[in-house]
């Protein structure tokens, strides 16, 4: 199966036509809320927003939230419940139809770059980069990717099928010179049976080619 911008606006559509009220509710993810809480807000990119549960939420807190998505029909439903929220949280949310695969966000731009449960068509290390490259020095890279096989059973989870972000990539993928780990392990899902979670938190310390990097 391929999942691409064609795949996740038919999950989309098909989910906010069946079950939009239950999509609507969907609180925003713990982890995310817990470390955002602990941050002052500032501006933060939602890497593969979907509905925008944290952006909205994020917004909510005060933050300048960029929120990128490739189905049209998850950002249009974002929108459109960033708008019941009042003025005040619209005005905080830039929604970007874009392609994680290939779009980039500026240089440095980000106190916070959260991408959740994001499918990586191609190489994760290059994905992690290229959404760290996005975070500004002493802002968060906050990580989650749903792994494909249980490991307490060994048997396939829903993520079966999707590369989604693991420990091993993220952690080759960042270099120590510029991030510290703050956490990087699996955790397992709150659904029982659902499997673990890669979690990977860091913080960047500096950017490559900085005065105190070289
Ligand atoms: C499993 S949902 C997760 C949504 C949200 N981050 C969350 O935690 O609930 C994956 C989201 O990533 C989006 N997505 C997948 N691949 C993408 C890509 N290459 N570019 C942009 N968005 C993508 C999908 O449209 C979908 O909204």
Known sequence: MSYDQDFWERVWSKMLREQGEKVARRQPNAWLRETAAALKPGRALDAGCGHGAEALWLAAQGWEVTAVDFAASALAQGRAMAEALGAEVAARITWVEGDLGVWAPQAARFDLVSCLYVHVAGSVEAMVRRMGEGVAEGGTLLLLGHQPVDPATGAPTSAAGQVQISVERAVAALDTQEWELIVAEE????????????????????????????
């Open 187 to 214: 955790r397992p899902r709150a659904a029982v049976g659902s499997g673990v979670d890669a979690a990977i938190q860091a913080r960047r310390l500096r950017r490559r080619g900085s005065p105190e990097a070289r």
